[in-house]
């Protein structure tokens, strides 16, 4: 019997990857820097980020994609807590955000004039990690209370991160977590990863982090 194996999800990710070539090239001829931001739910995506962004936000004009299986709450707080402009995506059920969903939300978000713009993904490590969302970098987020063996359990998110946040530092002493294991677990996964140690909250260890985004963002 004659058959034919349809590699379904290889089409797929080569699609996403044309798609997202095709909108990073769009973004770096209007000058626009894109972050990706990926974590798990309750790492402190939108806590890092209303810090990061009421700093940035004096030398950056700055934009925000928030994406959510459903609700609004986070680009009403982005909004609310930083003043600049937010949209929500709807994933409608998907667990990751595709290049082209990303470029349907920019359709309808006014990007021009922007120099920044962040995307919220949606909380997982494992599926927003298999599709290239068109950014110019990944920054990913491991919040202490969630153990630094993750990079050993969620490889892939770790080996596409350009940049690896720990945050909520500042409850290190209640939760059982080893940085320098962490440290060398992440470098395993990938060497080239730039790591910061932050608390959003305590607004420690931010300094380096948002020097880092700037010199990124200078250097579009």
Known sequence: ????????????????????????????????????VMASPGSGKTTLLVNLINKLKQNF?????????????DAERISSLTGVRAIQIHTSG???????MVEDAIKEFDIEGLDLL????VGNLVC?????????????????PEGDDKPL???LMFEVSNIAVITKIDTAEIFD??????????????????????????????????CHIKKLVNNR
């Open 118 to 121: 962040f995307l919220e993904n």
């Open 94 to 100: 998907a667990c990751h955000l595709t290049a082209q």
């Open 1 to 36: 019997m004659d058959f034919q194996v349809v590699k379904v999800k290889e089409d797929i990710l080569q699609d996403n990857n044309q798609k997202a070539n095709e909108l990073r090239a769009y973004l770096k001829s209007k000058h626009i820097y894109f972050i990706n």
């Open 177 to 210: 977590f080893d940085f320098d294991k962490c440290y060398q677990n992440i470098k395993k996964r990938n060497e080239k990863a730039e790591i910061f140690k932050v608390s959003a909250l305590e607004d420690e260890g931010i300094a380096p982090l948002l």
């Open 128 to 144: 927003p990690a298999e599709f290239d969302t068109g950014s110019n970098i990944n920054m990913m987020l491991l919040s202490v």
């Open 61 to 73: 004009n700055i934009g925000v994609m928030e994406a959510d299986i459903d609700g609004d709450v």
């Open 153 to 155: 359990k969620y490889p």
